[in-house]
């Protein structure tokens, strides 16, 4: 019989520290944190662009600015263009539609 049997190892050792997540200050501190159901990784993304404000969005094409953050970060993934489609209408509508804030509703069908 091992003496991790009889005491568990925790106690011996203490618990494992949990890793703290980190926050991105900058991003969640953005006006565009405004737009509802937005991520701070798409809002971090739009930073790092030098999209600051949500009207710096309006009258851009969605996939445009998707590619420049390609060229930026090549790793960025496909799941993020869902909400850069709902950014830019959220900045060009004065009253947007509470269903249309929803980022599977900017899901591209063919991809």
Same mark, same amino acid.
């Given at each position: 019989?091992? %003496? &991790?049997? +009889? %005491?568990?190892?925790?106690v011996l050792y203490g618990k494992p #520290?949990?890793?703290?997540?980190?926050?991105?200050? #900058?991003?969640?501190?953005?006006?565009?944190?405004?737009?509802?159901?937005?991520?701070? #990784?798409?809002?971090?993304?739009?930073?790092?662009?030098?999209?600051?404000e949500i009207f710096e969005l309006s009258?851009?094409?969605? #996939?445009?600015?998707?590619? &420049?953050?390609?060229?930026?970060? /090549?790793?960025? &993934?496909?799941?993020?263009?869902?909400?850069?489609?709902?950014? $830019?209408?959220?900045? &060009? $509508?004065? +009253? /947007?539609?509470?269903?249309?804030?929803? /980022?599977? $509703?900017? $899901?591209d069908p063919s991809s």
């Open positions: 019989m091992a %003496i &991790e049997d +009889l %005491i568990p190892l925790d #520290e949990k890793k703290k997540k980190k926050i991105d200050k #900058e991003a969640m501190g953005s006006s565009l944190m405004r737009i509802p159901r937005m991520k701070t #990784e798409v809002v971090r993304d739009l930073i790092d662009l030098g999209i600051r009258g851009r094409a969605p #996939e445009s600015i998707f590619e &420049e953050i390609q060229k930026l970060k /090549p790793s960025t &993934e496909k799941w993020k263009l869902p909400y850069i489609r709902m950014a $830019v209408y959220f900045s &060009e $509508v004065n +009253l /947007p539609d509470p269903k249309k804030l929803h /980022p599977q $509703v900017w $899901v």
